[in-house]
């Protein structure tokens, strides 16, 4: 539509350059990331910058130039040296942000030849990956800093010498990374320049059937423009009003585009302060603010250094780019960190319309949007003045949000005391908060008390309590947490309070604190390296590529932006595009359906396929679908259709389930030894309970599919994201009342699954196919961001009971366990989720006495599916929690008691499996060692002894990780290898290229087992076509099964022509092959592998549940700010039982994902659903999982040197998934602090901490005089709450 040609650069892209990722729509996510460069007539300066293409109004651009990452480099053309290094480095797995990666760092690079590590970081700071954990592309992109010996190597510094590296992985050979070229770089086209410099003086209109987009050349003409459509807003970097019109359908009939004028670019330094235009971006106003403050003296600049640092944190650079000052004010989000420094501060608009020009001051009755303190509707800012701070001045800012980078604040506030001259009496206040209700509030009243006053503690004192008082946080306030932000107000003033004691030189005799401490944690300092063991044996042969750090078979490609996903898939002769409409209501009835008769905007053809559904049983539940000739048409014929619901009650948590007995199948239990008994001959005995929260999966890329009809015999072909095409088969051919046979899944990769992707792709493909059936047309149905997190449902909540006995000295004699998970509304595979959390509850333990009862709760919440780990990073949490709260009752050290009951030697399960704890124990002393644990918590106490409101916490986690499937069947795996005439080689087998690698250990094993260079090798995609009936890739598994049936196929073909081989052992592969043809021997094989053989008997709980174990452990340092729950990731070491790996760079990459993964679930990612059962965290900016600012700031992985798996090929293990556990040594590392700052505060005894460990959780466990305020001014719990 035309709102769409106007609006989505992405969507309008008829050049069809599918490089650039849609991952979120929003701006969160950066996969969309592009370079704009505009050339500035006056200044005859070329600006670059990188931007979210998604929310790039198309008409915004006219007159720039629009790089993508096609235009960086391709394999057609030449490789960009960023997009070689970060293949080479392995800094992509699925790649699909790695495009987003690249673009940002090409900007960065454009603008600054030799960034530091800090520019890096903060380039990166919009761009999401769910697959890397971030450390290789660091890595990556530090070998463009200055950073080491002779690294000159920028591709925009002239220079290129050694690539002496300062990249310490040892998994890539910066000797390798290609020549310099700056030659390459693109060329500002200089037909843009002119036809700035020619349209400088031409007003711009471009007209569409519903929108008209004007774009003025002078302020006059702005200003009248703005007189004759007073409505229409003003569109700068459209971050603003891009989204309201995405997410609330706002349509505007006009926009005015006033960046060309000079006016509203005006930077100029007056006497008393800076004179910003209210176009410049943020971060052109942080880059000038960081020129001006080293500039000038340091009394003048407390205001733009507070500014400066909520600058460096708020959104990501993306965004900072397109975003305006000007935008930013009138917007006036009430998170909108910029707003109450300003207004602190005194600043003070330049507005102008028509009538002539004004200006009023930026305040707390601007923000509030009181009439007489507002723009009049024909009025703009023109520019922004920002006063300089007076000697006797004091400002601050502060900002709390769920992530460190790159996310909108829970709380902010601005902070500004004035005192008279030379004494500490207060003669002026000013405190305005952020993010307690819609708009920015002002502590006005409580300031206007407070005048007079001397800075002191009492004055504190009341001023927390003023506060309190005046800033209201009603019990339900939208967005919850209200606890903790009004914790959070007076933890700011606290905070505020020493600063300003700093600042006055004063610090008050016997205050229990020294002021650094209530600082904020710095931002990181990446010092990343990791250390690896394994080396090849010496003999091997150099052409042999198993057991080296091949990089990634399609790593090129995805840096390049070639790699092809589902919907990259051109488009196909008459597609019809689909889009679903979903229930509203977590339990209901459906009354009636209808299409609402108001006439759609355009000609649309609806085609409506009610999919026969009488009742809902969850929000988000697929009800009808809507097939129109665009996407956007489909989505507003989604819009139109109306349903009427009977409500019916819902069961929405574990603990409704429980009370109302609704349960997916029977119970799971095992037992060992005599659990009454164990009791007995404890000397102590605790009980207690956990929750565990859900987990979004997150992939970057969504759900997509495209149905063709094959036009005879009922054939289909279905091009699908998924983890599982077999099941798709058998799902679209049920459906279809057709044969199996008919139906063609193909699947070339998939842009990030971890388990989200094995039963719900089927669905979709399912309604897809009903459709392309009916119509007779090909289907195309991608999930938008918020769709597919509504519809797909996560990682199962989890809530856990237990009754544990032990000895004074830490012996653990007895556990009585009753693990529940809340599995939504449909069985999907809940009842295997809760057999391996049973089975895997032990951990590394050996707990004599241990009955584990375990059940899967049926609710009315979006049916929860596999996510990485299955079960076990619950179960696994819980035990651990347990045994640190044993820790706790008997006093002694966390790891004692893990050392005490960890299994030894060879041992049995609870379900009686031999388990030989050799590696647990080798990883577990190893991790010690190479952590240097105990001379570390040392410092780490002494840390905490001296500071009160910081805290640091240290822990080490040992892991028994079991892999692969209870059930023999599916492991088993086949593969289809076809040797061609001239020698290539074509490999395919039931495996899914997800990311982790599975394609390039794949090429590796046909490459030694055929004894041909890797190059001979290829793989193409994975279909039903050529493997049949192959299991799901998942479970850690894929590469050792699929490995096993390729190496079988290679064996076989490799048998075939041996006579032909010994005949002619001097001969070319080549000339094997075609003497091979010329004696009709068949040059293709199907290999198999019949599984790994398993027997779990749940009659009598017991049985050999899994084929082998995965050991490992971590031990990481966190601290915390014991004020706002900020923490900091600061050093984790794994070691981790690998085997042989047949990639360790693969293998590396897939510990580290998995592991930030598990620091995602246990520490920041939180689903949150309203008391109706309605999911609220659809989208990346509501639901935080790690960015770059999340990772270690030292990350270390070892893999275990000499163990070997004899029962895997190569003797190899699979571990996919093992690392998401460890991430909770990170959980018990916070919990350590936690449990440091209770103590200091006399807070003795055990506390439970659930997971996952948010700055909220975190911050009111470090319970103080604060959170106390805030507990005491309690209501009575009469109240709706925002949130389940
Ligand atoms: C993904 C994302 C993350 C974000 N994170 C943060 C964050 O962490 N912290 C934070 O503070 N903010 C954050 N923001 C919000 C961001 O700061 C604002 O959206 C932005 O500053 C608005 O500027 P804009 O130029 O894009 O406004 P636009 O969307 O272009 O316009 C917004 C409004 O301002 C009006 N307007 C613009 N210029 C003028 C003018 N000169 N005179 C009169 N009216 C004018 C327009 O009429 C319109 O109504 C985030 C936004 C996104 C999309
Ligand atoms: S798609 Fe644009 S930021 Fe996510
Ligand atoms: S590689 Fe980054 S999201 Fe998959």
Redo the contacts with the bound molecule.
Sequence with gaps: TENQQLFSLTAAFAVRLSGTKYGCG???CGACTVMISTYEPTSKKIMHYPA?SC?LPICSLHSSAVTTVEGVGSTKTRVHPIQERLAKCHGSQCGFCTPGMVMSMYALLRNHPEPSMEQITAALD?NLCRCTGYRPIIDTYKSFTGVGRKTNRSPFSKVSTNFECSMHSGLCNPEEFQPVDPTQEFIFPPELMRMAQEQQKRTLVFRGERTTWISPTNLRELLELKAMYPK?????????????MKRDGVHHPVF?H?TRIPD?HVVSNTNNGLVIG??C??AQLRDILMKVVPELPEEKTKIFRALLQ?LK????E???S??????????R?S?????PVLAVGNSVLS?ASKDGTRQIPLNDQFLAGYENAD?KPK????SVFIPYSKKDDFVSAF?Q?ERRR????VV?SGMRVLFKPNTDIIMDMNILY?GTGPITVSARKSCQRLIGRQWNEQMLDEACKLVLGEISLSPSAPGGKVEYRRTLLVSFLFKFYLEVLYGLNKMVSGFPLLVDNALPISVLSLGYHILIKQDVDPVQPPQDPVGRPIMHQSGVKHATGEAVYCNDIRAVDEELFLAVVTSSRAHAKIVTYYLNITPLPYTVTVHLYVLGVLQVICVGQIVCAVVAESAVQAKQGVEKMKIEYEDLEPILTIEDAIKHNSYFGKEKKIEQGNIEEGFKSADEIIEGEIHIGGQEHFYLETNSVLVVPRGEDNEMDVHVSTQDAARVQEFVALALDVQSSKIMCHTKRVGGAFGGKITKPAIFAVVAAVAANKTGRPIRFTLERDEDMLITGGRHPFFGKYKVGFTNDGRITAADIEPYINAGCTLDDSEMVIEYVVLKTDNAYKIPNLRIRGRACKTNLPSNTAFRGFGFPQSGLFTESWITTVATQTGLPQEKIREINMYKEVNLTPFKEELDATNLVKCWKECMEKSEYYSRKTAVEEFNKQNYWKKKGIAIIPMKFSVGFNATQYHQAAALVHIYTDGSVLVTHGGIELGQGIHTKMLQIASRELKVPLSYVHFCETSTITVPNAIVTAGSIGSDVNGKAVQNACQILRKRLEPIINKNPEGKWEDWITEAYDQSVSLSATGYFRGYMVNMNWDTGEGQAFPYFVFGAACSEVEIDCLTGDHKNIRTDIVMDACFSINPAVDIGQIEGAFVQGVGLYTMEEIKFSPEGEQYTLG??TYKIPAVCDIPEQFRVYLLPNSRNPIAIYSAKGIGEAGLFLGCSVFFAIWDAVAAVRKERGLTGTFTLNSPLTIERIRMACADNFTEMVRLDDHNGLFWPWNL
Excluded: F, K, M, Y
Aim: proline share 5%.
């Design positions: 929003i701006g969160g979210n929310l919009g229409a807003p003003l569109i700068v970097g459209n971050t603003s009003v891009g989204l309201e005015i006033p509203l209210a176009a971006s943020l909520q944190t708020l959104a990501g993306q965004i900072r397109l975003a305006s000052l000007g935008g930013h004010i009138v917007s989000g998170t909108w960190d910029l707003n507005l723009l009025e703009i800012i023109v900002r949000a790159n996310a909108v604040s902010n952020g990346p900016d």
